[in-house]
């Protein structure tokens, strides 16, 4: 997709999120996903700026500053959305932004898709959801995702009947650092070598977990050959 839309895409063996035991031999832990180096919005630029030329032709239409507080129903179905338009905002991209109302609406559809992101910011929620099976969560953490993704769609969906799955699947790192000059509260930065972080002592030996323990995703993906942690998959 990216590469259609001018970007130059590498398959990345071994960042893919493992799904098999820890024990499987390497190269069955081995995902490939097509990924492009780099990050930021130099990424997405290129579909937001092909969504932005639609919307001029009234296929799509975006409610910025929109927040949406509920799902409206026709008997089982969902048929729309109400919530509350917010005051008009300049805070800086990622940076927590007026919740102020103005106003509210609702809108109608004939399917609604609820795509309002995750919990990374909401570390009260990451701690409720946390999976057991990577046994107690850190007494502190640090965020690598802005306020807002907060995960209070998800409850409200859940409040009115939506069924949720999967919400101890997790992706934390554990090689985050605290950003000196943070955007958002305890912007945390993540170190992000390619292809792949290996923890090394003073003598060159490798860390224990949970520097590489398959709470995260990368470590998981090269300790195929170590000793492995106690639990025996990863989300
Ligand atoms: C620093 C950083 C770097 C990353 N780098 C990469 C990378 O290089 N490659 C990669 O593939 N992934 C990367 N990711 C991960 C990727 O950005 C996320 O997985 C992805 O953005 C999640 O998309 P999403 O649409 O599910 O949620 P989001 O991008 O969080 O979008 C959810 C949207 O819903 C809106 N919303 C939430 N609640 C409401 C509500 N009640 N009413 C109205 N709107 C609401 C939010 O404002 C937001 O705009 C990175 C993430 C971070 C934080």
């Given at each position: ?50 969504a932005r030329a639609v919307a ?97 769609m998800l409850d409200i969906a ?38 792949s972080s290996v923890w090394l ?35």
């Amino acid at each position: 997709m990216a590469a259609g839309a001018g970007r130059e895409v590498h398959l990345a063996r071994g960042l893919g999120r493992a799904r098999r035991p820890h024990r499987t031999r390497p190269r069955q832990l081995r995902a490939e996903v097509p990924r492009t180096w780099g990050t930021g919005t130099g990424i997405s630029d290129p579909f937001v700026a092909k969504a932005r030329a639609v919307a001029e032709s009234v296929l799509v239409r975006f409610a910025f500053r929109h927040q949406i507080d509920g799902l409206l129903f026709d008997g089982d179905q969902v048929t729309g959305v109400l919530g509350t338009a917010l005051e008009p905002e300049a805070a800086r991209r990622g940076a927590p932004s007026s919740r102020s109302p103005v106003g509210s609406f609702e809108l109608r559809a004939q399917a609604v898709v609820i795509a309002t992101g995750g919990i990374g910011g909401n570390h009260e929620q990451v701690r409720k959801w946390w999976p057991s099976r990577l046994g107690t969560p850190p007494q502190k953490m640090i965020a690598g995702v802005p306020e807002y993704v907060n995960g209070r769609m998800l409850d409200i969906a859940t409040d009115q009947g939506v069924r949720l799955m999967n919400r101890d699947q997790m992706w934390h790192c554990t090689e985050g650092l605290q950003n000196w000059d943070p955007v958002w509260p305890d912007h945390a930065i993540r170190i992000f070598p390619g292809p792949s972080s290996v923890w090394l002592d003073a003598r060159g030996r490798q860390l224990p977990a949970p520097g590489r323990c398959r709470n995260s995703w990368i470590t998981a993906t090269t300790s195929s050959s170590r000793t492995p942690c106690p639990s025996s998959s990863m989300g």
